[in-house]
């Protein structure tokens, strides 16, 4: 099980979001220091440029560059990676992998990408069993199953997130199913190591953990002790 430490962005600082709700941020500071607190335990982050995800284009690829110029880890982000010339820009700043949500099926754009870069991901938002884009204010009349075909041929590395469980603290309590073959990492609501046991028992790759280790419910050195791979 890898453990993907998340670094959310807004106008240059570290925030979390309740269910993704703009209105309900809390702001944590300098994402420096996390990136720097993070990378003694791991060897890949996740971040994503909210600005990004709600404006339709990335604004904090800047803070982005210097955490890979500082620190030894990989990143891996989304936000508002819906052209080409900011997903080209996402690795020119050295970004391991670059996560599409809203263009994810547009299949002209998906295959052009995948042609172009390696590791582009895809984030599959799940509100109210559908799934979400646009920063998740808008819901497409389409359930994972229906994503899962029309992504099949393009990426092998999926995070799928539970939107109403993200940033609450409230733990797991459905999940959606593991497909075959493809590396699956879990994002919403994680509040402890029980979690990330159940995760890893019913064959998630990876997942990604966020408020639990900023409000200190989850101790990330002590977390890595216990897993055979924590990223």
Known sequence: MKIYPAIDLY??????????DKTKMRSYGDPMRYAEKFSDHVGKIHMV????????????LDVV????DSYDIEVQIGGGFRELSSVKRAYSAGVENVIIGTRAFDEDFMSGLTERFEGIMVSLDIKSGNLAVEGWRTTLDMDLDEGLDRLNSHVDRLIYTMTEKDGLLEGIEELPLVPEGKEAIYA???????????????????CIIGRALYEDEIDLAELKEGLSDAG
């Open 11 to 20: 106008d240059g600082e570290a925030v979390r979001l309740e269910q993704g």
């Open 49 to 60: 440029d909210l600005e990004g995800a709600f404006d339709g284009e990335p604004r904090n």
């Open 65 to 68: 560059e210097k955490i890979i």
């Open 188 to 206: 919403g609501g994680i509040a402890s190591k029980d979690d990330i046991d159940y995760l890893d028992e019913v064959g998630f790759d990876g």
